[in-house]
């Protein structure tokens, strides 16, 4: 570890005990640029980051979205692998849509990179359907992850994949630690009905756990739809007739 990080390390231990923890979920203001600032240069959040993108393994034409994009750094690994499709990215906070802004400008001049400023329970997206999709240490942070899950997977076009990334950062975190994040979210993606599933594990400390996932093909969704069509059009005719008074 050269100086340089060793700085950095020491600025985090000292800073989270004392309210910077909060900054790093919800970044706001100056305090909040500042987080943003060690997540973008931070050696292992690099790493990771960088990491979950290979194992996502984007084409040059595919469209790809990052829910919780923060300052950039996924999103300018995406852009360029993707480098005739789209990267879009989605953050709660506007500090980090800016940073963001400032580490991708020069994809977003070509337009293979759009930036947006929402919540993940409140998307409006029009740019899909998206080949992938990436979260990296954030669906431990999202209201009802299940629905947010289900909602990326209406984003994804038949067959498309997801990469899941958790690296647990409470103190005293291990690599069981980091097994327990992995089992979880696998059955979350389980939940939301994404197809086989592998988890993938990068040795930092403590260790990254990727789940990776694929939404249905197109004939298994087609299949699954008219399951459901026919389910629900039994249900309808099984109800008795309203009775008057």
Known sequence: M?????????IIQWWAPHGGLAQFHQPTGAVGHVAGWIMGRRSSNVARNRWAVRLLDVQPT????????????????LATRA?????????????MIR???????????????????????????S????????????VG??????????????????GGRIAVVSQP????????????AASELAGLLTEAGFEDLR??????????????????????????????RGHDAGAQVADPPATQN
Do not use: Y
Not at 2 to 10: A, E, F, N, T
Not at 62 to 77: K, Q
Not at 141 to 158: F, G, K, N, T, V
């Open 141 to 158: 942070m999202w209201p009802e992850p299940i629905a947010r899950l289900r909602e990326i997977a209406r984003l994804l076009r038949p």
């Open 83 to 95: 480098i005739r499709g789209l990267v879009v990215g989605v953050d709660h906070s506007q500090v």
């Open 62 to 77: 595919d469209r790809v979205i990052e829910l919780g994009c923060g300052p950039g750094v996924a999103i300018a690994a």
């Open 199 to 228: 988890t993938e594990t990068l040795d930092l400390d403590p260790p990254a756990a990727c789940v990776l996932g694929h939404v249905a093909p197109a004939d298994d969704a087609e299949l699954a739809a008219r399951s459901q």
């Open 99 to 125: 940073q963001a802004r400032r580490r991708n400008r020069a994809a977003i001049r070509a337009g293979r990179v759009r930036l947006i400023h929402a919540p993940v329970e409140s998307l409006s997206i």
């Open 127 to 138: 740019d899909g359907p998206f080949n992938a999709a990436l979260a990296v240490n954030t």
């Open 169 to 180: 950062r409470c103190p005293g975190a291990t690599s069981a630690t980091s097994a327990a």
């Open 2 to 10: 050269d100086i340089k990080q060793r700085v950095l390390g020491r």
